[in-house]
């Protein structure tokens, strides 16, 4: 079965890798240390998402133990009306975040799809001019401003 893994993501490197189990595998659509634009969650979920995957973790293979974190009520209850049939959707309650080596523990022989950002929880120390944890779009690197409600472009790509 597909089980996407819903809500918000990241990954602290204390929390070091984990194995995926046998008969599974997990895909993410972004990079580590990248985020998923706005939107572009609900069109993975719903399979019409225009871009390729940026891996696929096969079993016995190891992949950042990544942590899903709680999402909005709404956003929950949209996702869910718009999901593929025959495939789940995964939350997590913990506010703390459920580690992706429990996910894979409780629900072992499933493909599984990333279908959040991949934050990686680092001190402040320049990340962003490189595009550490910002959207990568075509030609730029664009953060969400919460209050003016709209991407910013942070940095430019060659």
Not at 3 to 27: E, K, M, R, Y
Not at 102 to 116: E, L, R, S, V
Request: proline residues 4%; hydrophobic residues 30%; positive net charge.
């Amino acid at each position: 079965m597909k089980i996407f893994l819903c809500g918000h993501g990241g990954w602290n490197p204390a929390d070091g890798h984990t194995q995926v189990p046998a008969n599974s595998s997990i895909t993410f659509y972004t990079q580590n240390a990248k985020l998923l634009k706005g939107g572009d969650d609900y069109k993975v979920i719903q399979g019409t998402f225009w871009g390729q995957p940026d891996s696929v973790v096969g079993a016995f293979h190891t992949c950042p133990n990544m942590r899903l974190y709680p999402d909005d009520p709404t956003v929950i209850s949209y996702s869910e009306s718009v999901k593929q049939k025959g495939t789940r959707l995964l939350w997590s309650t913990d506010s703390n975040g459920e580690l992706l080596s429990k996910i894979f523990k409780d629900n072992p022989g499933n493909d599984f799809i990333w279908a959040c950002c991949r934050h990686v929880n680092l001190r402040n120390a320049g990340g962003e001019a490189l595009g550490v944890n910002l959207v990568e779009e075509k030609t730029k690197y664009t953060k969400y401003d919460y209050n003016a409600q709209k991407y910013n472009t942070v940095i430019g790509r060659k």
